[in-house]
């Protein structure tokens, strides 16, 4: 057994420090060096088993390959939903919802035709109220005072363009 594995010391070493690299590329965020030299090193094992024994042996370390790389990948995943990982910071698990002020460019529609008023100064973008949220609008084409009846002229997307109120 010590025979074997000296004669094909180098084909372990890069097999070994190969899925070492890719599990730390998984598990650790960062640049993507560790998960390169990992590709590059398990690309190496498989050349160099190809070339010592043929391509019967290549395939069946490939195979171990991507089977390694799918456990770990697995692994990955159910910490990051239920494990360790997903109790740390490092997985977010805040929430922007319309209560706390957030809105989608499509939830922004309803606003169209609403009245409100100028909770700044538009020159020509600013804050206006509609309802008890504040958005942030655009004057179409002219200055808007701060407390100024606006009305909602049109959405396009996520910009909000409101008119100065002439008749109430």
Excluded: H, Q, W
Excluded at 48 to 61: E, P, T
Excluded at 70 to 83: F, H, K, N
Excluded at 136 to 156: H, L, S
Aim: glycine letters at 12%; aromatic letters at 6%; one cysteine or more.
């Amino acid at each position: 057994m010590v025979e074997i594995i000296s004669a094909n010391l180098t084909i372990v070493l890069c097999f070994l420090v190969g899925i070492g690299l890719l599990i730390v590329e998984v598990f650790m965020p960062g640049f993507g060096l560790a998960g390169i030299s990992g590709i590059v090193l398990e690309i190496i094992s498989v050349v160099l088993v190809y070339s010592n024994y043929g391509g019967l042996a290549a395939l069946g370390m490939t195979i171990v390959i991507l089977a390694v790389i799918g456990i770990t990948v697995s692994i990955a995943l159910r910490s990051a939903t239920r494990g360790r990982l997903s109790k740390s910071g490092l997985i977010l698990k805040d929430r922007e919802t319309a209560e706390e002020g957030y809105t989608a460019s499509s939830d922004l529609e309803v606003f169209l035709g609403k009245e409100g008023m100028a909770s700044t100064t538009l020159r020509p973008t600013g804050m206006a109220e509609f309802d008890g949220v504040k958005l942030n609008v655009v004057a179409d084409g002219e200055f808007i005072p701060k407390d100024t009846p606006v009305r909602v002229d049109r959405v396009e997307g996520s910009r909000i363009v409101v008119r100065k109120v002439t008749e109430r």
